[in-house]
């Protein structure tokens, strides 16, 4: 009867766990127009050609 459930929170944990990995990754940071670099601009357009925004 226990076991049913821990498995379902792992799984439900695991997923959170997941999501926040994601979104983490996602984030865009605020910065300054005087703070970016050529060699940042040429790696996001870089990653915008390939599809990975």
């Given at each position: 009867m226990i076991l049913p459930?821990?498995?379902a929170l792992?799984?439900?944990v695991f997923a959170a766990l997941l999501w926040?990995?994601?979104r983490?990754?996602?984030r865009v940071?605020?910065?300054?127009?005087a703070e970016v670099t050529p060699e940042?601009?040429?790696y996001v357009a870089r990653r915008s050609?390939?599809?990975d925004r």
């Open positions: 459930a821990l498995i792992s799984v439900a926040l990995d994601w983490a990754r996602r940071r605020p910065v300054r127009a940042q601009i040429r050609e390939k599809g």
